[in-house]
């Protein structure tokens, strides 16, 4: 069964971190650009991070630059995102998908692209 899987969600309070990892199976991921992407209770999904399939570009949009880091460890078939500073406004269901391209602060997805059920993150006091 082909599927990608995110875990590591869970609630904590503002400041803290969490990693979150994104894994499949039925393919691997190495050499597949990889998206993080959020959607918030009444919020449409958003892109929020991508790591390119060679690992030599990564982006991250404007409100988690500098608090998100996404990486990948190929010997797991995993990619990561590790979340640091959280804040209440990062709650999301979180969501990684493979990507057609991410490349100078853009990302491409299409109907092919695998996506994860997503993992809930909360942050609060």
């Known amino acids: 069964q082909v599927q990608l899987v995110e875990s590591g969600g869970g609630l904590v309070q503002p400041g803290e971190s969490l990693r979150l990892s994104c894994t499949s199976s039925?393919?691997?991921?190495?050499?597949?650009?990889i998206g993080w992407f959020r959607q918030a209770p009444g919020k449409e999904r958003e892109g929020i991070s991508c790591?390119?399939?060679?690992?030599?570009?990564?982006y991250y949009t404007d409100p988690v630059k500098g608090r998100f880091t996404i990486s990948r460890d190929n010997a797991k078939n995993t990619v990561y995102l590790q979340m640091d500073s959280l804040k209440a406004e990062d709650t999301a269901v979180y969501y990684c998908?493979?990507?057609?391209?991410?490349?100078?602060?853009?990302?491409?997805?299409?109907?092919?692209?695998?996506w994860g059920q997503g993992t809930q993150v909360t942050v609060s006091p």
């Open positions: 039925g393919f691997t991921l190495d050499t597949r650009p």
């Open positions: 998908a493979t990507l057609i391209l991410c490349y100078n602060e853009r990302y491409y997805y299409n109907k092919d692209s695998y």
């Open positions: 790591i390119s399939g060679h690992d030599d570009y990564t």
